[in-house]
Nanobody, 126 residues
Framework: EVQLVESGGALVQAGGSLRLSCVAS??????????IGWFRQAPGRERVGVSC????????YYADSVKGRFTMSTDNAEKTMYLQMNSLKSEDTADYYC?????????????????WGQGTQVTVSS
């Protein structure tokens, strides 16, 4: 059984930083074709992609709204993915979810992920 558990969400002032973590069990990032990503959902809005990686090229892709401020990384040995968020803005306030899938696709934002974490809340005060 695959489980994803996020942590690191908090209340932070605008301009501050947070690092979100997502620990995976029953899933590894380097054994086969996979996609992993971070998504967020603000109150009253649809869930949108923030950053993702596809094993097809191993490149981290970012939504335009977070480019230059957020960095996605992985620690394969710890089976953990991270989202470093710097220069946070009030519009970054949302519930953040990590996701994973076994598969191959060049568009890691559009893929129908199989596994989702429970979410962690990020609130940025202005």
């Amino acid at each position: 059984e695959v489980q994803l558990v996020e942590s690191g969400g908090a209340l932070v002032q605008a301009g501050g930083s947070l690092r979100l973590s997502c620990v995976a069990s029953g899933f590894t990032f380097d054994d086969y074709d996979y996609l992993i990503g971070w998504f967020r959902q603000a109150p009253g809005r649809e869930r949108v992609g923030v950053s993702c990686i596809s094993s097809s090229d191993g490149i981290a892709y970012y939504a335009d709204s977070v480019k230059g401020r957020f960095t996605m990384s992985t620690d394969n040995a710890e089976k953990t993915m991270y989202l470093q968020m710097n220069s946070l803005k009030s519009e970054d306030t949302a519930d953040y979810y990590c996701a994973a899938a076994v598969g191959w696709d060049r568009n890691c934002f559009k893929y129908a992920y199989d596994y989702w974490g429970q979410g962690t809340q990020v609130t940025v005060s202005s």
